[in-house]
């Protein structure tokens, strides 16, 4: 379902309108930076999907970015935001649910 990197262009009228859609990943979580949800009605409906890796931010290489460098370019791009995204990289895990009791918890001693 992947395929090449694809340059978005999203528009906003004002910096205080949300780009409507939240990363997850990043260097710090050794993990590949993503969309994991997008709003309905948002700069970035349509064009932006759940799944998507997100390969570049601006002039940045999303490669190199932890989450709250990803965050606050994405926070701070203005009224124009480019992203670098190749579509339908990931799938969504939207739809596991978990079974039964939680079988680990970390906090517990």
């Known amino acids: 379902m992947s395929g090449p990197p694809i340059p978005i262009v ?5 910096m205080r309108q949300p780009w409507g859609f ?3 990943g ?13 709003q309905a009605g948002s700069p970035a409906f349509g064009q932006v999907h759940p799944g998507d890796a997100i390969l570049g931010i601006g002039s940045n ?3 190199q970015l932890t989450h709250m460098q990803a965050h606050q370019l994405i926070k701070s791009a203005g009224n124009t935001l480019q992203l670098t995204l190749m579509k339908g990289h990931f799938s969504s895990l939207d739809h596991l ?4 009791g939680v079988k680990f918890s970390p906090w517990k001693h």
Not at 10 to 14: A, F, I, V
Not at 26 to 38: A, C, E, H, N, S
């Open 10 to 14: 999203l528009q906003r009228m004002d």
């Open 22 to 24: 939240r990363i997850q």
């Open 26 to 38: 990043g260097r710090d979580f050794r993990m590949q930076l993503q969309v994991k949800k997008v």
């Open 61 to 63: 290489d999303a490669k």
């Open 97 to 100: 649910v978990p079974k039964g």
